[in-house]
């Protein structure tokens, strides 16, 4: 997920209301999901993506510094079935956020960053990817996803047109751009597990050598947080929206939505105020879990999970800050998920990096 836009976006929204919460009794923490100690970060940390190949060999990337005019620099953890750890970005570091990754073994990752940064890791560091059009005006990509059949994907844009970049190993290309010339730049890039290719933002499109643009409206001030194929008839859309007016600090409403081949659909979720970050399948790539933010009781995360027929509610630990998840994944091989936020919507001295773990 490109997913740093809507966090920076919320700064400030819980706070600004000074609303309490309802009486009603919530959810009790689901016994599966704890948090997992991370690794000291300088003040103003933020995690926004998380990837995993197997039980012993996990990603999470983002942010430290953040705080002023400032965007901080980058930072990469990586588990290896017992803790994370820091792995050194060397010069890299300073390039900013690392907004998303990807991973397909132990020897083989990718990382996207801020500025168009695309990183490879090799089994033992990272390095910058060169790719077409890198650095210049018009060219940037924005999040990257591993096929089963090892190739990466990338969203992005390519000399003003949006696109898709996929490498095989050896080197990157651009596939042809939407047809489009005025479609908006793809925030995120979706592999089915059968090898379908999905980007979606302000724009959702399937490519399989030629493009097949799903027709949706974004809504006002409404942000397009996850993606999830399960059919060409069965697809789930994740978000969150402002609409329109409202005071100072207002809260975003939850979005969800359903394709059923003929039109989107609004879900009711389980919470209104709020937001929906990133949607995970299971090991076939059906629906799995959610991933989001309750308004209304902040010091737990919030997720929701398929249980064969609807969403229902699925509760973390209990915090003693703000628990604001932006990614998930499934864990390969297991019943298992990794989840990566931050405790702060503020970017200063308060967020700290934060994971959890189910199973």
């Known amino acids: 997920m490109r997913r740093r836009s809507f966090v920076g976006g919320l700064a400030g929204t819980a706070a600004g209301l000074g609303l309490a919460g309802p009486a009603a009794a919530a959810p009790a923490p689901a016994p599966g999901w704890s948090a ?39 930072v990469a953890l990586r588990w290896d079935g017992a803790a994370w750890s820091r792995t050194d970005l060397g010069q890299l ?8 990754v990807t991973a397909a073994d132990a020897r083989t990752a990718w990382a996207v960053g801020a500025n168009g940064l695309l990183l490879s890791w090799d089994g033992t560091a990272w390095r910058q990817a060169p790719y077409p059009g890198q650095g210049g005006a018009g060219t940037t990509v924005t999040d ?22 996929y490498g095989d ?22 592999v089915t597990p059968g090898g379908e290719i999905w980007v ?32 060409h008839d069965d697809i789930w859309l994740t978000g969150f929206g402002y609409g329109v007016g409202g005071p100072p600090g207002k809260p975003p409403g939850v979005v969800l939505e359903h394709w059923d081949g003929a039109g989107w659909s609004p879900v009711k979720a389980p919470y209104s105020v709020g937001l929906l970050s990133s949607v995970g399948g299971d090991g076939r790539g059906r629906p799995g879990r959610i991933t989001g933010w309750d308004f209304w009781d902040q010091k737990r995360s919030h997720y929701l999970r398929w249980d064969g027929a609807a ?9 003693p800050e703000t628990a604001l998840m932006t990614d998930l994944t499934r864990i390969p091989g297991t019943d298992g998920c990794w989840a990566v936020g931050t405790t702060s919507f503020y970017p200063g001295t308060t967020a700290r990096m934060h994971i959890e773990r189910f199973g």
């Open 36 to 74: 997992v100690p991370v690794p000291d970060a300088r003040p103003g940390a933020r995690l926004y993506g998380v990837a995993a190949a197997g039980p012993g060999d996990a990603w999470a990337v983002g942010v430290e510094g953040l705080g002023g005019s400032g965007e901080g620099t980058a």
């Open 144 to 165: 990257v996803a591993v096929a089963p059949d090892g190739r990466a994907w990338a969203s992005g844009r390519h000399d003003g047109h949006a696109g898709l970049l």
């Open 311 to 319: 969403w229902v509610s699925e509760r973390g630990p209990a915090m």
């Open 93 to 100: 570091a300073s390039a900013g956020a690392l907004t998303a």
């Open 200 to 231: 979606y933002g302000d724009v959702i499109a399937r490519w399989d050598g030629a493009w097949t643009v799903l027709p949706h409206t974004t809504g006002i001030r409404a942000t397009v947080s996850g993606l999830l194929p399960v059919a």
């Open 169 to 190: 190993g050896r080197r990157w290309r651009w596939c042809a751009p939407l047809p489009d010339p005025a479609a908006p730049t793809p925030g995120h890039v979706h």
